[in-house]
């Protein structure tokens, strides 16, 4: 919620809802599951209308050049240490995860790419008011359907699908625009404690850190809403009512 809106309320005249704001990284396998377990949780609550979510930016691995020479096996094989095994292992765990909420990971197509200009593309498609769609959009892309998104021309592309003018998104990429913002999302969740991703932060009260089952998200939202939206008593509290010793007379 912006500040005049914050102002607006306390003068009356709106009721300030919830601002759940999720730290992650396209490149990291565990924000898109939790991505669905989230949304589950929130599509069940009640005051689902009055949330508002905003997607910031992490890096899993800043160092990654633009463009790796290799697949994934390899990445965490070369650039992680983990025995191939071992990666292979955690690949059909990480996939049967994923199918449990309804995706399907393919670690054989996936392309490795440094993610700094895909968040970029994320504000720019946030500006546009097509954030939430475009986060979808990449996760799928990179995880599901083998896109690259450290490519100008395949971002521009999902640009396009989601509306956005192709020459302006390209413009956008080649220059340095928006980088100082994914910076400052990055040094805001490190400042609040943020070390690994997908990091879910409630009205900067709570915090629920990984791919949390459904019902963790469920809690927090009723805990953290109950917390922000006081029941208020209105009336005599000796009025007429009935308790377990009996009713006023």
């Known amino acids: 919620m912006r500040r005049d809106e914050w102002n607006d309320a306390a003068a009356g005249l709106v009721r300030p809802g919830m601002n759940i704001e999720i730290w992650s990284d396209i490149a990291c396998p565990w924000c898109y599951i939790g991505k669905r377990r989230f949304e589950a949780a929130l599509e069940r609550f009640p005051h689902r209308d009055d949330v508002s979510v905003t997607w910031r930016s992490f890096q899993l691995d800043p160092s990654l050049p633009d463009h790796y020479d290799g697949s994934e096996l390899d990445y965490l094989s070369e650039r992680k240490g983990l025995a191939r095994s071992q990666a292979a292992s955690m690949f059909q765990h990480v996939s049967a995860q994923a199918a449990g909420v309804g995706l399907h990971y393919d670690f054989d197509r996936l392309v490795v790419a440094n993610s700094f200009m895909a968040h970029r593309f994320l504000h720019v498609a946030k500006e546009a008011g097509v954030g939430d769609a475009a986060k979808e959009r990449l996760l799928s892309g990179h995880f599901e359907r083998g896109e690259d998104i ?3 021309d395949a971002l521009v592309a999902v ?6 003018d192709a020459t302006m998104v390209r413009d956008t990429l080649v220059s340095d625009r928006y980088a100082s913002e994914v910076r400052d999302d990055i040094a805001d969740g490190q400042a609040l404690g943020v070390s690994g991703v997908p990091f879910f932060v409630f009205d900067r009260t709570y915090g629920v850190s990984g791919a949390q089952p459904t019902e963790v998200f469920t809690d927090t939202l009723t805990k953290a809403w109950a ?8 009336g005599d509290a000796d009025g007429s009512a009935c308790g377990p010793d009996g009713c006023a007379i």
């Open 159 to 164: 640009g396009v699908e989601l509306g956005l």
């Open 150 to 152: 450290g490519s100008i």
């Open 227 to 234: 917390e922000s939206h006081p029941l208020t008593i209105v």
